[in-house]
């Protein structure tokens, strides 16, 4: 598992301007675009994942609501570093 913090903050950046993407294509109306139908099916499995996330982030200190924002951004580029200590919950 890699240990660096900072191929971790890299995978989030890459997120964030993927969901940016997204959200301007729909915007924009073209909700038939690829990345608009990617993004909605990697939502989806972050939807799937948070039972998981929830399970592996008990008793970390980390709030529901944090979990499940995070989780729905970033999926397990956000839980598996917390759970692994290289973020700090």
Known sequence: MIKSKGFWIVQNVVI??????????????QSQHRLVLLAAIILAAHVLELPLAFGVLRGRGVSPIKTLLLTLIFGFTWWLPVRRGIYAA
């Open 16 to 29: 964030v301007a993927f969901w940016l993407a997204a959200v301007t294509l729909l915007a924009t109306g």
